[in-house]
Antibody
Framework: QVHLQESGPGLVKPSETLSLTCSVSGSSVTSDYYWGWIRQPPGKGLEWIANVHQRGSTYYNPSLKSRATVSVDSSKNQFSLILSSVTATDTAVYYC????????????WGQGSLVTVSS | QSVLTQPPSVSGAPGQRVTISCTGSSSSIGAGYEVHWYQHLPGTAPKLLIY???NRPSGVPDRFSGSKSGTSASLAISGLQAEDEGDYYCQSYDNSLGVFYVFGTGTKVTVL
């Protein structure tokens, strides 16, 4: 059974950096999948942020590309998201997920981690 | 950034059939890209319901079915049950945006 779990601080100050980690069990981050981040601001819909593949390929939503960085840590079977220069509009539930290659969709998701940007 | 439009809400009595539409454009669903559906129940992780427009992952009841035609897709839930109450999202690709995954606006399903 594939399980993903997000972890990170629930509160980040404006202009600072948001850092989240996704721990994966039941699947290896070195397998042929994308590992992705999606967020949902309060009362709004889902927004894809970025994907990373163990080969080192990264893909970003153009609206966030300049601020987002994703990476894989195969030694810990984890992958991470860093989002710099956050503002209140970055307040959201952040989900990590496993993405299929070829026809792109997410087949397993974490439960989500609420990150609030506030001073 | 949603370029896939869904009705905000649908409702039905237990046992009834409801459908959720997902309307895209010539650069998304109309360009032949597949549509995928997710169920998001309160307090749980989103769950893949339909992939490749019509396929159910193992473990998803056959009460859930998907279809696609032209620039739109639909998710049908037959034999509606109380545990189906939650939010449903479609997802595809849009070649005009450079975004790998575009999600629908979301639909709240209420079981009366």
């Amino acid at each position: 059974q594939v399980h993903l779990q997000e972890s990170g601080p629930g509160l980040v100050k404006p202009s600072e950096t948001l850092s989240l980690t996704c721990s994966v069990s039941g699947s290896s981050v070195t397998s042929d999948y994308y590992w992705g981040w999606i967020r949902q601001p309060p009362g709004k819909g889902l927004e894809w942020i970025a994907n990373v593949h163990q080969r080192g390929s990264t893909y970003y939503n153009p609206s966030l590309k300049s601020r987002a960085t994703v990476s894989v840590d195969s030694s810990k079977n984890q992958f991470s998201l860093i989002l710099s220069s956050v503002t209140a509009t970055d307040t959201a539930v952040y989900y990590c997920a496993r993405g299929r290659t070829g026809i792109v969709y997410f087949d397993y998701w974490g439960q989500g981690s609420l990150v609030t940007v506030s001073s | 950034q949603s370029v896939l439009t869904q009705p905000p809400s649908v409702s039905g009595a237990p046992g009834q059939r409801v459908t959720i539409s997902c309307t895209g454009s010539s650069s998304s669903i109309g360009a032949g890209y597949e549509v995928h559906w997710y169920q998001h129940l309160p307090g749980t992780a989103p769950k893949l319901l339909i992939y490749g427009s019509t396929n159910r992952p193992s473990g998803v009841p056959d009460r859930f079915s998907g279809s696609k035609s032209g620039t739109s897709a639909s998710l049908a839930i037959s034999g509606l049950q109380a545990e189906d109450e939650g939010d449903y999202y479609c997802q595809s690709y849009d070649n005009s945006l450079g975004v790998f995954y575009v999600f629908g606006t979301g639909t709240k399903v209420t079981v009366l």
